[in-house]
């Protein structure tokens, strides 16, 4: 049942220096079906892959609306990302209530990362045993933040989570330096592009298995003032035109260096 | 209405949970009962296998309960190792400030460059960088904003760098006392500027009698750079140079050959170029990944930072950056001359 | 002689008389402070072209003593807002300490990357003039975030029936960058307009103001040397008038470049010729 005797629970060392319950916890992380964030200088995009347990039950939604300005995309344990969510929820409210703005991204992450650590600390607690994207828009612009059961938090370009999620991030290392200047649909299709490339081989983005969401935030005309693009989750019909603008290309074949097929590799 | 957190551990810590912990296993050791709470026998006969055998001593080293009966901590030695594999620090304390360095290895090519800090401030004075674990590093650094938080509201000044030190260390030994708890997986090296100037006390109104609120004697010199590491056992000692994680014994030696106590010690400037090159050689040890160095400073009311604790500007950490690979280079140069001789001969 | 413990140090009853018992709430409900001690007088301020002025004189009066003429009752926040507080002095320095404490934690959370070495470090230092320059990247509270922060703090306490005694000023600039002034008592109340004064200016300053910058359109007409102006002439007149006032003054300057803070400014051009004209105080008879 134990690979070890060092893995009973987080209050633990082994000798080498590891914890690792907190490592288990990443693997129920790696459980969750794949989620792909990228940011732009204006946009912040989450696009998900839903999975639904039979052929007839709903699809798990995949991301949330945590505020105006802020959405998340979760991978692994659904109800420790709802414990999580709720959580910041309420920090943003409770920050908009108070101060009459959007509450600053980092500082959300950061409360998340503390409030995750402290779990991996305590006896009689256990890690988080779920991965978050974090995309959010503030005064500096978009963001995107990855959240690990560990409580590291870090700001990233692009990343993906969850599944044969590897794939997806090679696909957004090579496209890496495009990213920062494109367009709205140009970063959806991106990250449609990338998760296609982390699906099994048989399996397809179809309009009842993605999700997309995004939010943006431009600087208006008049005086100079952010604008916010509020967060939409957009589901079924809505994704449609995505879908099929990215239908088209080879799986695996839509990066810029044009290298053909990245590879299947099976569940 | 005021944002605090607790300013002692929560109500968990220290625990109210059992002392002891059953073993998951199938062994029940009798000496983890209740009711032996004295000398630990490191080979124990299983009384339903008849087997004897040393998991109890393994058992006993995944438990920060007793100390083993040579009086060490296995779980402390073992968060020691997690420090160990992190990302070089260093601090350096030169006469006119502290700087502060990193080499933040960078894990994937998809982080956002300069986004992620690792040096983190407290209060406006001083600066915390650490090597090992983050998460429990951003727990460490949490807890020190919340003393100086603390100390600032009793003493309407600012924390003292020893103070502070001497605060987190009892804090990092705390956790290393119970059994409900694990020791923290970082040493964090602490640098902090304490004025020398007679600043007015917080919230001061008027000017405050002439010798000054904060009580400071007018002729003596008061003040001046502070740099403390403590490690995941809670002990600390004040340093001139201090380095930890991967690259530390590349970085000690590098620091030991700077002058930085003596009379012709280094400028707050040299010191960060210093820095930068010290890194990038201790770099050498985790050659193979790329890394991202950061460095921040504190200097005098006077000096550049006016007495807070700041990012190196980029201009001067560029400069730093280049001169310290110009100096890598070099060394491969001498290295490949020495090898030239060597083949000669 | 009574030489029980409980009268060690006290003076005698038979000299001094008893001690008033009722200052001692045994019973009764808890409350607090139902009137302030040492108290500052108006703060002043109005908006302009590129920013807001603001000024308060240097004078903590205890009751009818003018009894500490040095009270900087302007202070600085994050280097981009000034409040100005009238009312209560130790509640203002309660107030001047949660808010350094509030300055500290939003500095946490957006260390800077590239940061400007021209700031000074504490916003008290005894020299008359000090020019501070933003240090205070976008992510930091504004003039507009700290007032609602501010009206929530003291709408608590006014419910709590504990109020921190004051009449607050917040002037500096709002997220679109233009000019922001508005004001919160001890009550809570808040509201905002071109032109503010508190206590005894609200009657005698801001009707000056008013004239020249009644509403938003006419203050944005001002310039900086106009504004300026206005403040001195309001602080002149509420020296002739407040009796609770002092000529020397504390004013502020906000703009986007940061805040322009002069503590020791003297009052200029007084005019007493007036007070010969008033009969029938004093000896005069006539």
Same mark, same amino acid.
């Not at chain 2, 002692?8 to 968990?12: A, C, E, Q």
């Not at chain 3, 003429?69 to 009752?73: A, E, F, G, Q």
């Not at chain 3, 021209?118 to 020299?127: C, I, L, V």
């Given at each position: 049942m134990f690979r070890n005797n060092y893995d009973n629970d987080s209050v633990t060392f082994s000798p080498q220096g590891r914890i690792f319950q907190v490592e288990y916890a990443a693997e129920a992380v790696k459980q969750g079906s794949v989620v792909v964030g990228i940011a732009s200088k204006t946009h912040a995009v989450l696009v998900a892959f839903k999975r639904n347990a039979e052929e007839l039950s709903s699809y798990q939604k995949k991301l949330f609306a945590i505020d105006e300005h802020v959405g998340i995309a979760i991978a692994g344990l659904t109800s420790d990302a709802r414990v999580l969510s709720n959580f910041m929820k309420q920090q943003c409210l409770g920050h908009r209530l108070t101060y009459g703005r959007n509450m600053p991204v980092r500082g959300l992450v950061d409360m998340i990362g503390s409030k995750a650590q402290i779990n991996t600390q305590h006896y009689g607690k256990r890690p988080y045993g779920v991965g978050l994207l974090v995309a959010g828009v503030d005064e500096q612009g978009p963001h995107l933040f990855e959240f690990q059961p560990s409580g590291m938090t870090e700001e990233m370009v692009a990343f993906a989570i969850g599944a044969r999620s590897q794939m997806a991030r090679t696909y957004l290392e090579k496209n890496l330096d495009a990213f920062a200047d494109c367009g709205r649909e140009e970063l959806v299709r991106h990250g449609l592009k990338a998760l296609k490339e982390s699906l099994v081989q048989d399996r397809e983005l179809t309009i009842e298995n993605t999700s997309v969401g995004i939010a943006g935030v431009s600087k208006s005309k008049e005086d100079g003032s952010s604008v916010v693009e509020p967060f939409k989750v957009f589901d079924g019909q809505e994704v449609n035109a995505w879908i099929e603008s990215v239908a088209d290309d080879k799986e695996g074949g839509g990066d810029a260096a044009g290298e053909g097929e990245g590879m299947d590799v099976d569940a | 209405m005021v944002r605090r957190r607790p300013l002692?551990?929560? #109500? #968990?810590f220290p625990p109210k949970a059992p002392c002891f912990h059953n073993p998951p296993s199938a062994f029940r050791t009798p000496n983890e009962s209740p009711h032996n709470l004295g000398y630990m026998m490191q080979r124990v006969t299983n009384h339903h296998t008849h087997k004897t055998t040393d998991v109890h001593r393994h058992g006993l080293r995944s438990r920060q309960l007793h100390l083993l009966p040579d009086g060490r901590n296995f779980q402390v030695e073992y968060a020691v190792k997690a420090v160990e594999n992190g990302g070089t620090s260093i601090g350096i304390r030169c006469k006119d400030g502290v700087v502060l360095a990193v080499e933040k290895v960078v894990g994937s090519k998809l982080l956002k460059h300069s986004a992620n800090k690792r040096i983190a401030t407290v209060d406006r004075h001083l600066g915390v960088v650490y090597s090992g674990m983050v998460p429990d590093g951003r727990h460490f650094v949490d807890r020190a904003r919340d003393e100086a938080r603390a100390w600032r509201d009793t003493n309407k000044t600012p924390i003292p760098t020893a103070d502070l030190a001497s605060r987190m260390g009892g804090y990092m030994q705390a956790y290393t006392l119970y059994q409900s708890v694990r020791p923290f997986g970082i040493t964090a090296i602490v640098g902090g500027f304490d004025s020398e100037l007679e600043l007015p006390v917080d919230g001061e109104v008027g000017y405050g009698p002439s010798v000054g609120a904060g009580g400071k004697a007018p002729d003596k010199k008061h003040g001046g750079p502070f740099l403390y590491m403590i490690e995941p056992s809670g002990l600390y000692w004040g340093y001139y140079g201090a380095a930890t994680g991967k690259g530390r014994q590349a970085a000690k030696a590098e620091l030991e050959k700077l002058d930085l106590g003596g009379a012709g010690a280094l400028t707050l400037e040299q010191a960060v170029k210093e820095a930068a090159r010290i890194i990038y050689l201790a770099h050498d040890d985790n050659k193979d990944k790329e890394f991202e160095l950061e460095m921040s400073w504190i200097s005098a009311s006077d000096g550049p930072t006016k007495g807070k604790h700041q990012e190196v500007p980029k201009a001067l950490r560029e400069e730093a950056e280049r001169l310290a690979k110009k100096s890598m280079e070099s060394d491969d140069e001498d290295d490949d001359k020495k090898d030239d001789d060597k083949m000669e001969e | 002689m009574d030489h029980r413990p409980q009268a060690w140090g006290r003076p005698r009853d038979d000299v001094y008389g008893a001690y008033d018992g009722s200052y001692f709430q045994n019973s009764g409900p808890k409350f607090a402070t139902q009137s302030p001690v040492v108290t500052g007088t108006s703060v002043i301020a109005i908006k302009f072209k590129d920013g807001v002025v603001i000024a308060a004189d240097n004078l903590a009066s205890y009751g009818s003593l003018a009894r500490f /003429?040095?009270?900087?009752?302007l202070r600085v926040f994050l280097d981009t807002t000034v409040v100005g507080f009238g009312g209560d002095v130790s509640d203002m320095q309660y107030l001047d300490r949660h808010l350094n404490e509030l300055a500290i934690d939003e500095s946490y959370e957006n260390d800077t990357t590239e940061t400007a070495a021209? /700031? /000074? /470090? &504490? &916003? @008290?230092?005894? @020299?008359s003039t000090s020019t501070q320059t933003p240090n205070n990247p976008a992510g930091s509270l504004n003039a507009a975030n700290l007032h609602k922060y501010l009206q929530k703090l003291l709408y608590r306490r006014r419910n709590d029936f504990d109020p921190l005694w004051n009449h607050i000023l917040v002037a500096g600039l709002d997220a679109s960058s233009k000019p922001f002034l508005a004001s919160v008592d001890l009550r809570g109340t808040a509201f905002t307009s071109p032109s503010l004064a508190t206590g005894f200016g609200a009657a005698l300053a801001q009707p000056i103001m008013r004239r020249y910058a009644a509403t938003e359109e006419d203050a944005a007409k001002l310039t900086r040397e106009q504004a300026v102006d206005i403040i001195k002439e309001c602080m002149k007149v509420l020296f002739y008038r407040d009796a609770r006032s002092l000529d020397k003054y504390s004013i502020a300057v906000v703009t986007k470049d940061g805040v322009e803070l002069k503590e020791e400014e003297q009052l200029e051009k007084q005019s007493w010729a007036f007070a010969e004209r008033i009969h029938g105080y004093g000896t005069q008879t006539v």
């Open positions: - | 002692t551990p929560s #109500s #968990s | /003429t040095n009270v900087k009752r021209a /700031t /000074t /470090t &504490s &916003s @008290s230092d005894p @020299s």
